[in-house]
């Protein structure tokens, strides 16, 4: 029979809010790396900012590359997919911050300016080498 080891997630929800929408993703950390070897640094342009691509060393890291890489897509599966208009370009994770907050802009501004909340995220590498367990959470205040 199949046995894991049990993972502590560490999912820092601030106080005083709930989780109002999830989205979880697993990356591929040595899938992914072969896709940005073969397409070069167009792959981690398109999908990061400058701070995120400095974070993963412009893909270099594939444990750093795979974390943020499931995050984006964590938050596009917490929105519901991504509109019409929408790029990866459009979740921003705030990689010099210990909780990973993330901001939605361009086609993405639509769904955060509807829905009051603030986004965290995380991940965690699984015990199998080179799998990375990503979440996005959305979180609003706490009803009394």
Not at 12 to 26: E, H, K, M, S, T
């Amino acid at each position: 029979m199949w046995q894991s080891e049990p993972i502590d997630l560490l999912i820092d929800i601030p106080a005083g809010r709930r989780v109002c929408a999830a989205g979880v993703d697993l990356c591929d950390a040595p899938k992914l790396a072969r896709a940005v070897a073969r397409t070069g640094p167009g792959l981690v342009r398109r999908v990061f900012d400058e701070r995120e691509q400095a974070a993963c060393a412009d893909g270099a890291d594939p444990a750093a590359t795979a974390l943020l890489f499931g995050i984006k897509e964590s938050v596009i599966k917490l929105v519901g997919g991504l509109p019409a208009g929408g790029a990866f370009h459009d979740i921003r994770i705030g990689v010099d911050e210990p909780a990973l907050p993330v901001t939605l802009t361009g086609g993405l501004a639509g769904w955060a300016a509807a829905h009051p909340a603030g986004i965290v995220a995380g991940g965690r590498p699984l015990p199998d080498p080179g799998v990375v367990l990503c979440w996005a959470l959305a979180t609003e205040e706490a009803a009394c």
